[in-house]
T-cell receptor, first 119, second 111 residues
Framework: NAGVMQNPRHLVRRRGQEARLRCSPM?????VYWYRQLPEEGLKFMVY????????ESGMPKERFSAEFPKEGPSILRIQQVVRGDSAAYFC?????????????????FGPGTRLTVL | GESVGLHLPTLSVQEGDNSIINCAYS??????FIWYKQESGKGPQFIID?????DKRQGQRVTVLLNKTVKHLSLQIAATQPGDSAVYFC??????????FGQGTELSVKP
């Protein structure tokens, strides 16, 4: 039973280029979350998606960042025109919807992260 | 505002001793709390969780205590081992989905 998969694990981009980060949730999980972690800091929430829907994007920068979770395929976090300040580790987590529970109690399983370096 | 913070940024313990990592949270509406362990270069790994209607929960060698009166969360690790060395984060879940993480405490276990 594979865990959350993220690729690439390391990504180097020059300023102004686009970065695409992919996340495949655990089998059977329909909720995906993206977090960003700067060095020596905790993870900061960015966006919460279900299949084909953005549920909460309150942590996403208003410009250059977008996320999707299509009906088929992985979730994509896209950063356009990257700047040095975008350099960070980006983590994806997934959770199931357990029958009879609210989403509040669903454990989030994290992937290994994508480390983005902007030169 | 929303914030989850830790009292100690680093903790060094002797192998075999017990470790206690503390966390303060600020949102009274949070109903679910989780402790994660993060090793270098890896994603956070779930350790233990607790709902707001509980004040204590035990796992294998770990115990989480929740004090809602003072908005305090702690993680106790019994008989700490070198493999426990990592950064530990507390997180609270509010508004249904997102987690709010604390800054992290680095636990170093001396053999």
């Amino acid at each position: 039973n594979a865990g959350v998969m993220q690729n690439p694990r390391h990504l180097v981009r020059r300023r102004g280029q686009e970065a695409r980060l992919r996340c495949s949730p655990m089998k059977g999980h329909s909720h995906v979350y993206w977090y960003r972690q700067l060095p020596e800091e905790g993870l900061k929430f960015m966006v919460y998606l279900q299949k084909e829907n953005i549920i909460d994007e309150s942590g996403m920068p208003k410009e250059r960042f977008s996320a999707e979770f299509p009906k088929e395929g992985p979730s994509i976090l896209r950063i356009q025109q990257v700047v040095r300040g975008d350099s960070a580790a980006y983590f994806c987590a997934s959770s199931p919807v357990l029958a009879g529970t609210t989403s509040s109690y669903n454990e989030q399983f994290f992937g290994p992260g994508t480390r983005l370096t902007v030169l | 505002g929303e914030s989850v913070g830790l009292h100690l940024p680093t903790l060094s313990v002797q192998e075999g001793d017990n470790s206690i990592i503390n966390c303060a949270y600020s949102n009274s509406a949070s109903d679910y709390f989780i402790w994660y362990k993060q090793e270098s270069g890896k994603g956070p790994q779930f350790i233990i969780d607790i709902r707001s209607n509980m004040d204590k929960r035990q796992g294998q060698r770990v115990t989480v205590l929740l004090n809602k009166t003072v908005k305090h969360l702690s993680l106790q690790i019994a008989a700490t081992q070198p493999g426990d060395s990592a950064v530990y984060f507390c997180a609270e879940k509010i508004q249904g989905g997102k987690l709010i993480f604390g800054q992290g405490t680095e636990l170093s276990v001396k053999p």
